[in-house]
């Protein structure tokens, strides 16, 4: 079975520091990747996915994310933090094939702090 | 375009009592999966249809049904509400379900009270 481990369900960074937001994940099988971010009651947004190819996947707003396998890890990253960038963010594991649905973590929060 | 529409955004019920929550997909997206969020948690797994059929099941008791409509409209619904069925539910769809390039869009979800 899939799942995913967010390290730190609170983050705090100073505005225009670095983003760093920490997910591992674990999969018996080649796993698709996601990060999401929701906003204060939205619904959640794709930032982005990795599925096959490239290991740095570039997203929306400036966000990025490498896929390590030999670390199982699929870490988050902004270089500069903005202020609109506080929101809660959950990465989340899908088999490459089958009929299976996501499994998100349990989420981390971000503040930014003036 | 609309983005997936939830309905209501808001409820408040007693236990024992029976919930509907509807969902509207983006146009031309044919399936719907429904999440449960509980607060402090990630979004759970509860179901997904796609073209009117059942192509998932989460771990939840039978107290939870849904059911999606010729207008790829879906309804989830739970009987016998207990306390720890308060959550945030999020509908989301996408246009083909488990494909390499699927993408979800989610709506704002419900957020159900129970008392």
């Known amino acids: 079975a899939q799942s995913v481990t967010q390290l730190g369900s609170h983050v705090s960074v100073s505005e225009g520091a670095l983003v760093l937001l920490r997910c591992n994940y674990s999969?018996?099988?080649?796993?698709?990747l996601f990060w999401y971010v929701q906003y204060p009651n939205q619904g959640l947004q794709l930032l982005l996915k990795?599925?096959?190819?490239?290991?740095l996947v570039k997203g929306i707003n400036g966000f990025e994310a490498e896929f390590k396998k030999s670390e199982t890890s699929f870490h988050l990253t902004k270089p500069s933090a903005h202020m609109s960038d506080a929101a809660e963010y959950f990465c989340?594991?899908?088999?490459?094939?089958?009929?299976?649905?996501?499994?998100f973590g349990k989420g981390t929060r971000l503040s930014v702090i003036a | 375009d609309a983005g997936v529409t939830q309905s209501p955004t808001h409820l408040i019920k007693t236990r024992g009592q029976h919930v509907t929550l509807r969902c509207s997909p983006i146009?031309?997206?044919?399936?719907v999966s429904w999440y449960q969020q509980v607060l402090g948690q990630g979004p759970q797994f509860i179901f997904q249809?796609?073209?009117?059929?059942?192509?998932g099941r989460g771990n939840f008791p039978d107290r939870f049904s849904a059911r999606q409509f010729p207008n790829y409209s879906s309804e989830l619904n739970v009987n016998a509400l207990l306390l720890g069925d308060s959550a945030l539910y999020l509908c989301?769809?996408?246009?083909?379900?488990?494909?390499?390039?699927?993408?979800?869009?989610f709506g704002s979800g419900t957020q159900l009270s129970v008392l």
């Open positions: 999969s018996s099988v080649p796993p698709y």
């Open positions: 989340a594991v899908r088999k490459d094939s089958g009929n299976t649905p996501l499994v």
């Open positions: 990795y599925t096959t190819g490239a290991t």
């Open positions: 989301a769809s996408t246009e083909i379900p488990q494909s390499p390039n699927e993408k979800l869009f």
């Open positions: 249809y796609y073209e009117k059929e059942e192509r």
């Open positions: 146009s031309g997206h044919k399936s």
